[in-house]
């Protein structure tokens, strides 16, 4: 005999449902957490470098955890900065899940935060059906990556609260179109936050940072 | 290529629904899928992993069939719900202001299953 079941039942709940346990746990320890998205090379790890940098300047305390497919390069890299950073290696995964998220947090006492950024697996597709439970989804491009990224990949752009432009300090000599850009962020997302910055020469680093500490205690809804 | 990963989240949850809901498994031989559009989930790349994940497991053999949602808005401008062709541009196809909250394209849900219950033992 055949029977129909009907289950309504969310394809990642169980991602879901993890997400939702770190964001109340953020809540409650008063944390901001953030999910950096990017392809590789739009310089996430120089900018987070240099945000880490000038939160410790400011006397906040920050953590970050880093994904990537191999090697902890980018943790020994960050880890000068004097804030705690762990790596997440992948072993080969295209993007970070709740539960690696999780396993990572082990030990640290997330009360003692000011800001946690997640650093995810360099991919502008993947990453975007995984909630991690961040209060700020943002994601990178760089002046170098071509202005019509946001519209060759609306899910990710649309999904996220923030976008940050990187190496603005090459924006002339690559003959970057800043009208374009801005066109193709908004046809997608019409409201997001857009912030410009340079990692090399300092620029936009204090008004990134400002942004991640304004974000509300978490998220509305999760995605 | 997240789509591994999504098809074995399939699986298990897919068994831990079907056996809460009876006790016994049976022979799942459809499972269909509500993919939207923004959903970030490539049906095709998922029915190429689909064979791996089931195998071994009560989805074995089983087929996978996806429906996809498209996305869709109410424009903030002229009050319409529009449904957006193409998923690239979130305006209305009428005033072309913004849509505001979507009403579809990012779902990724297991709608239904289709079940053939193990033949039942006849004892006399």
């Known amino acids: ?223 | 290529m997240h789509e591994l990963s999504v098809a074995h989240a399939l699986v298990e949850t897919v068994t831990s629904a079907v056996a809460a809901n009876d006790g016994e498994p049976g022979r799942v031989r459809e499972v269909h899928l509500r993919v939207g559009e923004l959903s970030g989930v490539v049906p095709d790349a998922l029915f190429f992993c689909y064979d791996i994940a089931t195998m071994g497991t009560a989805l074995e053999g089983s087929a996978l069939v996806v429906e996809r949602v498209p996305v869709a808005g109410r424009c903030d401008m002229c009050g319409v719900d529009a449904a957006v062709n193409g998923a690239v541009r979130f305006v209305c196809p009428i005033c072309g202001g913004p849509l505001g909250a979507l009403s579809g394209g990012r779902e990724l849900e297991i709608s239904h299953v289709v079940l053939d219950d193990a033949p039942v033992a006849v004892t006399s």
Not at chain 1, 147 to 153: G, N, S
Not at chain 1, 157 to 166: C, K, P, Q, Y
């Open chain 1, 1 to 223: 005999m055949t029977r129909i079941v009907e289950l309504r039942r969310g394809l990642l709940e169980k991602n879901d449902e993890l997400a939702g346990k770190l964001r109340a746990a953020y809540g409650e320890a008063g944390v901001h957490v953030a999910n950096w998205v990017s392809a590789p090379g739009t310089g996430k790890t120089a900018l987070l470098e240099a945000l880490l940098r000038c939160a410790r300047n400011r006397g906040l305390a920050v953590a970050a955890l880093v994904g990537d497919c191999a090697t902890d390069n980018d943790a020994q890299r960050l880890g000068r900065s004097g804030a705690a950073v762990r790596q997440i290696v992948t072993d080969g995964m295209c993007h970070l899940e709740a539960d690696l998220v999780g396993r990572h947090l082990d030990g640290w006492d997330l009360t003692a935060l000011d800001l946690l950024v997640v650093e995810n697996v360099g991919n502008l597709v993947c990453p975007t059906a995984f909630d991690l439970g961040e209060e700020l989804r943002v994601v990178l491009l760089s002046v170098t990556e071509g202005e019509d990224k946001p519209v060759k990949y609306p899910q990710l752009f649309h999904s996220s609260d923030l976008v940050v432009i990187t190496k603005t300090d090459i924006a002339q000599a690559v003959e970057w179109d800043r009208a374009a850009a801005y066109d193709a962020i908004r046809a997608v997302n019409p409201d997001v936050e857009v912030v410009e910055t340079s990692a090399r020469k300092g620029t936009g680093i204090n008004a990134l940072l400002n942004l991640h500490l304004a974000a509300p205690a978490a998220h509305p809804v999760p995605r």
